[in-house]
């Protein structure tokens, strides 16, 4: 996108030519002997309104006329940028004024336009003065040319060329097209890093995020020069060095060599290693408020050990995160490094100094168009009119951050003019779009075709509220759901979710294509905060569920349906807890997820407890590894001397589960051949993500490689460790432009005779 064209200093030299010419043309009106006008004439308008004219003049009919007036007359007119010419001429007692208009753009058209989307640049070239309706400037026209190709510059469009056509039309209108010729995009063909000894150049490259090319490029682009991405590298390269102890590395110099056609450059980087240095002590000065011990413990650098700027960088954020907690927003920690460079040595000197104690005047928020002050308020736990708590600002800042409705959140302190102890928090906020509307369709090879639909709107009005309606339609599943949320039902954070529901399945394998089994039902559930991070969720539905008797339904349904009836009602009881401390929903590299939910069905024909728990772990490990473990186990029991229901089984195997076998195949398999699941489930997954190569630090698409393990049970069967099904194998992960992608390959390590083997799966949309 295009950023908004600086107005400003064009205005600023449209106001010298509008001096220039004032200053020109008042002689004309100047040695006039002062007068009372009896009339006041304008020639030469086409469009222009008279009275925006007579508005810009500051004399009228029965003023007295004289040249300081005129000239007044002649620099206010210019400044309305619609006249290329004015002049002033006096006959009698008359002041007739004569403007030349400037022409008007009828049309800004665009040919050749490829890199860059329209629209944004269309609205950025209007608030630059350029667009439909708006005076012809040559100036801002130039103006706006060098600033397309610099534009280009950034997309390393070297060769990229843009011309200007300006054609008169009638009345006094001109069109305006830019015609562009991008050609090829410059790519970086050598980055060379000189002057490293300690580290190999393959090993100082692989921190950047640019890369010469390679067969990957085509999707990452990293091989497209920028001159931001390229500064961003060498700030990766510094902390790469000062995280080993060469506290004195510099770069040098960088040199950008660009080919004679434009279509290729090359890097050259020479950088001064220094050498490392070993923390001999750390010591602390300045004003600690007499709690020196609990700063120390904050501490990141280690005697003994190289220097780590990070290490630094990390004690200063937590000594400065400290002081905040006591109510210093504007506290200072500096540190100091004392070397020793015979020896190698350095002793790292935090000072601080706390500057003044402050409580938070008022909290204001900026930036939200949309979504009511009230929405992001609530989220906030520093009070007006309480002590600074930088934890509690840090807090809120994420509480609202996790709302979803904003692209970004910030809270920047001010402080209050003549108030040295107070502070003003402004919470700036980017507001972004917050419905969905969704028709497509996906494919796997367990659902083969898949219809989905949904409207969503999680900010409705702007009020925090989420409503929607979904429709999805698979082989084995569908379902048509309606749904609202209000997050904070009550004024202590109790939210309420309602959700109305129409849901048809069939076992897997089924003879039959017809869908045999129809829930129609509603619920309404309530989630309690317990904690800033823990919510408990209190819920009660009403099911009632019907198994049709069409041709094909599977011996234990028909069974089931006999015994108990074709229709049965029930009215599950729900309670929840959860907490999800992962960095990334979609791609996470570290944190925690934890989930437990518990299903209770104590009224009505069906009687039964549904339990699952899952355990997701992530951890990031060096060369850019992330291993991921999962663990889930499910548990279903029958009530009032009735079994488990068997439309409540649980189902194993393929992606989510135990990959390489057939989807939905584990478990118990029914005497005509459909897999019907089982009351007991448990699941264990382990993969280890590292990056495609020449994909740079791009965490969208990964490789994996996974061993999975677990098994379906009835709820009569004995749970043996020789009966869980395993796998190895690899896989691909994109996050792609219709959501997310995971293709595995899987090789079972564990098989019997029954069971069904799908090496290759993939699918849309699923998680772990």
């Keep these: ?39 006041i004439r304008i020639e030469g308008l086409q469009r222009t309104d008279p009275g925006t004219v007579f508005g810009a003049l500051p004399f009228r009919i029965g003023d007295t006329y004289n040249d300081d007036k005129g000239a007044a007359a002649l620099r206010a007119l210019f400044a309305t940028g619609l006249f290329k010419d004015v002049r002033i001429e006096i006959e009698g007692d008359v002041a007739v004024v004569i403007v030349d208009e400037r022409s008007i753009i009828a049309t800004v058209t665009f040919v050749g336009l490829k890199e860059f989307d329209k629209d944004p640049l269309t609205k950025s070239l209007k608030e630059a003065g350029i667009g439909e309706g708006l005076p012809f400037d040559r100036a801002l026209i130039d103006r706006a040319e060098q600033e397309i190709k610099r534009q280009y510059l950034t997309r390393s ?31 970086i063909t050598a980055i060379r890093i000189v002057g490293s000894k300690a580290f190999s150049e393959s090993t100082l490259l692989d921190q ?71 923390v001999t002590g750390v010591k602390l000065e300045g004003n600690y408020l007499g709690k020196e011990e609990e700063f120390k413990a904050l501490v990141q650098v280690r005697p003994g050990q190289p220097y780590r700027g990070d290490a630094v960088t990390e004690t200063v954020k937590r000594f400065t995160d400290l002081f905040g907690l006591f109510g210093y927003a504007f506290a200072r920690v500096d540190q100091r490094p004392d070397i020793d460079r015979t020896n190698g040595q350095v002793v790292v000197t935090l000072v601080a100094e706390p500057q003044r104690r402050v409580y938070v005047r008022r909290i204001e928020v900026a930036g939200n168009t949309r979504t009511r002050d009230e929405v992001v308020r609530r989220e ?90 979904e429709v999805n339609t698979s082989r084995s599943a569908r379902t048509l759901v309606l749904s609202s949320a209000d997050p904070y039902f009550t004024v202590d954070g109790i939210s309420r979710y309602i959700d109305l529901f129409y849901r048809t399945s069939r076992p897997y394998n089924s003879q039959g294509d017809q869908y045999q089994v129809a829930t129609p039902g509603a619920s309404i559930r309530f989630g309690v905060p317990f904690s800033e991070f823990d919510t408990v969720f209190f819920g009660v539905g009403l099911e009632q569920t019907r198994i049709g008797s069409s041709t094909g339904i599977p011996n234990s349904y028909f069974l089931y349906r006999e015994l108990y009836g074709a229709n049965t009602t029930s009215v599950p009881l729900t309670i929840g807890w959860a907490r999800d401390g992962r960095d990334s929903l979609l791609t996470p590299t570290m944190g925690r997820y934890q989930r437990v939910n518990l299903e209770w069905a104590a009224f009505g024909d069906v009687r039964y407890t549904r339990t699952n728990l899952q355990y997701q772990e992530y951890y990031s490990l060096p060369f850019k590894l992330t291993l991921g473990l999962n663990a889930e186990i499910g548990i279903g029991k029958g009530l009032g001397g009735k079994p488990f229901p068997i439309f409540k089984n649980f189902y194993g195997g393929g992606l989510g589960t135990v990959r390489a076998y057939e989807q939905g195949s584990l478990g118990v398999i029914d005497p005509t051949g459909a897999f019907i699941g089982g009351s007991r489930r448990f699941n264990a997954n ?62 079972p390590l564990r098989v019997q005779p029954n069971d069904r083997i799908q090496r290759f799966q993939f699918q849309i949309g699923t998680a772990f």
């Excluded at 400003?8 to 002689?27: D, W």
């Excluded at 510094?238 to 660009?258: D, H, K, M, P, W």
């Design 208 to 278: 950047f995020d640019l890369t010469a090319g390679g067969w990957l490029t085509w999707y990452t682009k990293t091989d497209r020069y920028s001159r931001s991405k390229l500064n961003a590298d060498l700030e990766t390269l510094r902390a790469y060095y000062l995280n080993r102890g060469y506290l004195e590395f510099a770069v040098e110099s960088t040199q950008v060599t660009i080919s004679p056609d434009k279509q290729s450059i090359a890097i050259t980087i020479s950088i001064r290693e220094g050498q490392p240095y070993t």
């Design 157 to 187: 469009l070297y060769g990229a060329e843009v011309v200007t056509t300006v054609t008169p039309i009638e009345r006094n209108r001109v069109n305006v097209t830019f015609t562009m010729s991008e050609g090829e995009a410059a790519k």
């Design 686 to 747: 382990a993969e280890l993500y590292f990056p495609v190569p020449g994909s740079g630090n791009d965490k969208s698409l990964r490789i994996f490689s996974f061993f999975d393990t677990g098994n379906v049970w009835r709820e009569d069967e004995k749970i043996q460790a020789s009966s869980l099904r395993a796998s190895v194998g690899l896989g691909l992960s994109w996050i792609s432009p219709v959501g997310p992608l995971k293709l595995s390959w899987g090789k």
């Design 380 to 469: 906030f736990r520093q009070l007006e009119s309480s002590w600074y708590d930088g934890a509690r600002i840090k807090l809120s800042r994420d509480r609202v951050d996790r709302l979803g409705y904003f692209k970004d959140v910030s809270v920047d302190n001010n402080e209050v003019p003549g108030s040295p102890d107070q502070v003003d928090l402004i919470v700036n906020v980017t507001e972004k779009p917050t419905g969905n509307l969704l028709i497509g369709a996906g494919y796997s090879n367990a659902e083969k075709l898949t219809l989905t639909a949904s409207v969503k709107q999680e900010n409705v009005f702007g009020s925090g509220n989420y409503l929607g309606i």
């Design 1 to 39: 996108m295009i950023p908004m064209f600086p107005s400003s200093p064009l205005r600023g030299a449209a106001m010298v030519v509008v001096v220039a010419c004032a200053a020109t043309h008042a002689p004309q009106a100047r040695a006039v002997t002062p007068f009372v006008l009896k009339d």
